[in-house]
């Protein structure tokens, strides 16, 4: 692919792309961002996954169709750590003060590991990002893995070692 290039991979070669994606991390960042995003798989089977291997940060986004301007979440991962970011998360209900960001739409939340998606805030904040969605999941199915963006230069996936 090029610098910016845009395309709809095959189910195996978009797999193949995903892993040397992933596997740009240090090992920790790479076992916890499969363990993330095998949650959400589990969490939204019939949800769409976009890929962007971009320059500050690889997100993987999900949504309900193949538009990703339709993604609801998406986790994020860089050299620091991995996150989980609500797109409308300005608009949801957040009494534990979980939620971090002060920009006019985005939140996130840092996730040390996949059992954060378990607790009742989050899968709370889940609940209400899915219902206050215009576009709804598919009820059935499996959502496809759809490689978006893929930057030529990036920020290191690793921190500098000491």
Known sequence: MTAKETAVQKPASAEAQLKRFIGKFDPKNQTLIRAIRKALRQRLPTANEFVYDNYN???????PSER???CILSMYAGASGVGLCFLYGVTLPDPKKILRGSGNQTRS???ESADVL????????IQAALAQSKARMPSNGRG??????VS???RPRRKPAK
Do not use: M, N, W
Request: hydrophobic share 40%; charged share 30%.
């Open 68 to 70: 990703p301007s339709e």
């Open 144 to 149: 496809k893995l759809i490689i978006r963006s």
């Open 152 to 154: 030529a230069k990036q």
């Open 118 to 125: 378990k607790r009742p805030e989050v899968e709370t904040l």
């Open 109 to 111: 939340i840092r996730l």
């Open 57 to 63: 940060f690889f997100v993987i986004g999900y949504g």
